[in-house]
């Protein structure tokens, strides 16, 4: 059995991708009861703050996505609480879930990041569609990604190549928030690089490579098992391999981030990695990419799982 008392998995919530947060949470739960983890997973809900007054548990590990589990807002309920919790402190959610803040972070540090333009949907609506368009192209060229300056699991996303389809991807991007992050679409090799910290500092897991059968790693390649080839480790020379790991590492820390995170590039041809986004917040199911990735360094999910609850209740405070 372990000593961690009386662990708790939150998962669900109300988000969009809250059919993925269940997933994770169970699969996250389950590979801690194997190793003798006392654990309750629960929704994160109205009661959830009576609960965790009525009967606190020790610590908490959550595995919600998008809004509420990644931007801040139930890390700081954890905090308010008291209650140590798995994960990155609410000012480093916030700033890291927001695209555009958190691109502005990593070039400031010497990353590279696609050339890029924030548009809100009021802006779109106002100043005339047309002309905003025209503009974004004739700055950026084709192709384009377009994508909600706030939310995961490439929900909203858009891969444009035709100018003509420019303007239903951004209707589809703003039917998932306020405000559009249009990027200009590197070409090359997708990698995701999974960074841990169980107490000793940021250490990258092996990248893994992702090669959709569709060509886009959209929401349906992401968790429809055969959908999508992943090789880990990514097919990758040694010095690009090292290039990724460390701007993995180096975005882990820039954005103050705690635990875990995963960080997402394109390799172009020339080997330069470019950052796309990082997640404070992986995805758990079986065939997200923090999980292969633990795999492929000889890891059990388990424990993993239970030394980074080790390392939260080690903490001073939440």
Not at 17 to 41: F, H, N, Y
Not at 54 to 73: I, K, N, R, S, Y
Not at 105 to 123: D, I, N, R
């Amino acid at each position: 059995m372990s000593d961690l008392g009386h662990v708790l998995v939150l998962a669900g919530g109300l988000s969009h991708e809250r059919d993925v947060s269940l997933r994770s949470g169970r699969r996250v739960a389950e590979a801690l009861r194997e190793i003798g983890v006392d654990v309750t997973q629960r929704d994160a809900d109205a009661d959830l703050l009576a609960t965790l007054a009525a009967d606190p548990p020790d610590v908490v590990f959550p595995l919600l996505h998008g809004t509420q589990g990644e931007d801040g807002a139930i890390q700081e309920v954890l905090t308010l609480a008291g209650i140590p919790y798995v994960g990155s402190p609410p000012g480093a959610c916030r700033q890291t879930f927001d695209k555009p803040v958190a691109k502005a972070l990593v070039e400031k540090a010497g990353l590279a990041t696609p050339p890029s333009a924030v548009l809100s949907q009021s802006t779109f609506r106002e100043l005339g569609a047309a002309a905003l368009l025209d503009a974004i192209v004739t700055k950026l060229g084709l192709p384009l990604v377009v994508k909600p300056a706030r939310g995961g699991s490439s929900l909203g996303t858009s891969v444009v190549t035709d100018v003509a389809v420019l303007p239903s991807a951004m209707v589809e991007c703003f039917a998932y928030g306020e405000a559009a992050l249009i990027e200009h679409m590197i070409e090359g090799v997708e990698i995701a690089v999974s960074v841990v910290d169980t107490g000793d500092g940021p250490v990258a897991l092996p990248p893994v490579e992702i090669v959709a059968e569709s060509g886009t790693y959209d929401y349906h390649a992401r968790y429809t098992a055969g959908a999508t080839e992943y090789f880990v480790p990514a097919r990758l020379s040694t010095d690009v391999a090292a290039m990724v790991a460390q701007a993995a590492v180096t975005s882990h820390r820039v954005l103050g981030l705690r635990d875990l995170s995963r960080t997402d590039m394109i390799v172009d041809g020339t080997g330069r990695p470019w950052l796309l986004d990082v997640n404070v917040a992986p995805g758990m199911t079986e065939t997200s990419l923090l999980p292969q990735a633990v795999q492929a360094a000889g890891i059990g999910l388990g424990e993993l799982a239970r030394d980074l609850l080790v390392a939260a209740t080690r903490r001073p405070g939440p």
